[in-house]
């Protein structure tokens, strides 16, 4: 009685069919007949010394095989004689082992498939009925009603993208500490290249007539870190007075353009 024979990495006659072809690295198009009829009956004979049982399937293949190998030797013409058509005697093989091969990679990926699905668990079925099983609740609501609540959400929509619309321009105009503590060092030189008597600026012309709150804070804020920093002075005499601000470094090159601009006009 046959049974399925597996030997090594092959099982059954394609498969040792494929295996031959891959291990010697052949074109499954284009079949050297003759080398692998050879290695197929040595297999074959290999597996008789072992007293393993050869099912009928792999003297089928074997038969075919040396039938192909007799059918080689022979002149290969169509039977209209048209020399430009080869009747290849391998093309039913080829077409059996591509088919084999694609069956074969299907049941690899079943088998991966099913393997994976021992690692999945799956929550058992609960009863819903207590949830479905109740009556569908109706809101009691007139249309005049629902208008107005309609209205009413609309609004708030509207409103809550004004306030998104503003907020991102705001982000987008705000500065850094360190760009402020620039400007605000930029707005002390050019005072004292315009004005050599007066060496100070209120802190409100440190503003721009379109500041907000936002810039106020930050141009405060940048105060204090000069100050900190020992590069202003600022004194306010009383509460919720003038606050003014001096610059204590010299700022020399300040200074002498300020004397080039001037000297001309003394010596005229």
């Known amino acids: 009685m ?14 040792l069919l494929v295996y031959l072809i891959e291990n010697a690295q052949m074109s499954i198009y284009d079949i050297q007949i003759s080398e692998i009829t050879d290695q197929y009956l040595a297999h074959i004979d290999q597996m008789k010394k072992m007293d393993v049982e050869v099912t009928t399937e792999f003297m089928v293949l074997a038969a075919a095989l040396i039938e192909i190998k007799s059918k080689m030797l022979l002149p290969r013409r169509s039977p209209d004689d048209d020399p430009t058509v080869i009747d290849d005697p391998r093309t039913d093989l080829v077409a059996r082992l591509l088919e084999y091969k694609r069956f074969k990679l299907l049941a690899a990926m079943m088998q991966e498939k099913e393997e994976e699905s021992f690692h999945i668990f799956e929550k058992p079925q609960e009863d819903l009925s207590v949830y479905t099983n109740e009556p569908d609740e109706y809101l009691s609501l007139d249309l005049d009603k629902f208008v107005t609540a309609f209205e009413l959400f609309l609004r708030r ?3 809550m993208e004004e306030m998104e619309r503003h907020y991102a321009r705001i982000e987008r105009q705000r500065e850094t500490t360190e760009a402020k503590i ?4 930029d707005m002390l030189k050019d005072n004292v290249l315009k004005n050599s008597h007066k060496d100070f600026l ?13 810039d106020v804070a930050l141009t405060f804020v940048s105060m204090l870190e000069m100050l900190r920093q020992r590069r ?3 004194e306010q005499k009383y509460n919720f007075g003038d606050i003014t601000v001096r610059p204590t470094e010299r700022l020399d090159e300040a200074q002498e353009i300020a004397t080039e601009e001037t000297l001309p006009e003394a010596l005229n």
Do not use: T
Request: aromatic residues 16%.
């Open 182 to 185: 620039v400007h605000i060092r």
């Open 2 to 15: 046959g049974y399925k024979v597996k030997l090594n990495i092959f099982e059954g006659p394609f498969d």
């Open 157 to 159: 929509k509207q409103k």
């Open 202 to 214: 209120y802190f409100k012309e440190l503003l721009s007539p379109a500041s907000d709150k936002y």
């Open 232 to 234: 202003i002075e600022a």
